[in-house]
Every structure is written in structure tokens, then in C-alpha cells.
């Protein structure tokens, strides 16, 4: 389940469909509550001197509740206070800068949803235990997935 603050009708259909494909990419069974927020660039940048210590404007900052190992999970793999009171397993929260998706779509020279998705399957990815910062096979093995997922929602480049 996805709860969303500041998107538009268009982002929050696209955004449900890029978590469906997300979890349907391992087969994974919907157990999870995550939370995805559109801010300003003063509000990520903010948020990513405060948590990262990086002094500067970016597109998406990913924040995991959980460290995830292998997917697919179930609930039995959790403990109950890793879970909201209705039993979903709190994967974690996104925020995402619009102003950027829209910046990079054009230098990119693709649809601003198309970012939109990119940089929501790459931060879901990130939330989902994957970390591209960790090396090469990672990195790669993390953008190959996106690009899959990105394949699976019809949205191409």
C-alpha cells in the first residue's frame, strides 16, 4: 500500500502502477505501507543536508524503515513492531522533487512521467534493500531491474 502527499491524480495512478510492477517483478505479495511525497526543491534539499549531509538539491531521497535482505518476504519475516496496526510492514518513505523530474525529463529528452516512474521504481528499489552506492554488480544488477520494471509500465525513453 502506498500513501501519498502531494500528488497530482496523473502521478498517484502512475506511482500505484510502478509499486504494482515493483512488487510483481518478485513476485512479492503486497505486505508493505510506504509513503511517497512530492516536496520542493528548498524541502529536499533540506532534507538531504539533514540526512545525508550533501548540501544540495536532488531528485529523489529514499528513507528504509527496514533492512531487506532477499525478496520475496511475508510477514512472518518481520517482528510486530516493524508492522502498523493494521499488520502492514512498514517498508519506509520517498521524496520525490518534481521540480528535478521535470528538469531531468528534458535533459534526458523523455516524458516527465517516465522520470516519475524512474525515480520512483529506483527509490522503491532503494527502500526494497538495493544500493547502488555498493559497487558496479550492484549498480548494475539495480538498473537493469529498473529498466524492467520501467518496460513492464510501458514507459520507454
Keep these: 500500500m502506498i500513501e501519498l502527499c502531494g500528488a ?3 502521478e498517484s495512478k502512475l506511482i500505484k502502477k510502478v509499486y504494482k510492477a515493483t512488487l510483481s517483478h ?3 505479495k503486497d505486505i508493505f505501507k510506504a509513503e511517497i511525497c512530492f516536496v520542493s526543491e528548498t524541502e529536499v534539499q533540506e532534507l538531504n543536508l539533514e540526512k545525508r549531509g550533501i548540501d544540495k538539491v536532488t531528485d529523489v531521497l529514499s528513507f528504509p524503515f527496514l533492512q ?3 525478496l520475496p518476504v511475508s510477514r512472518a519475516d ?3 513492531s516493524d508492522c502498523d496496526k493494521c499488520g ?9 522533487c518534481r521540480e528535478r523530474a521535470i528538469e531531468q525529463s528534458k535533459d ?8 516519475i516512474s524512474f525515480l520512483t521504481a529506483h527509490g522503491l528499489l532503494h527502500l526494497l534493500g538495493f544500493d547502488h552506492e555498493e559497487g558496479k554488480a550492484q549498480e548494475s544488477e539495480m538498473f537493469e ?7 513492464n509500465c510501458k514507459m520507454f525513453r
Design 145 to 151: 531491474i529498473q529498466e524492467s520494471i520501467l518496460k
Design 78 to 80: 518481520f517482528f510486530a
Design 88 to 96: 502492514r510492514v512498514l517498508l519506509g518513505s520517498l521524496a520525490i
Design 68 to 70: 531487506i535482505e532477499k
Design 8 to 10: 497530482s491524480k496523473q
Design 108 to 115: 534526458y529528452g523523455h516524458s516527465v512521467e517516465r522520470e
Design 26 to 28: 518478485f513476485k512479492q
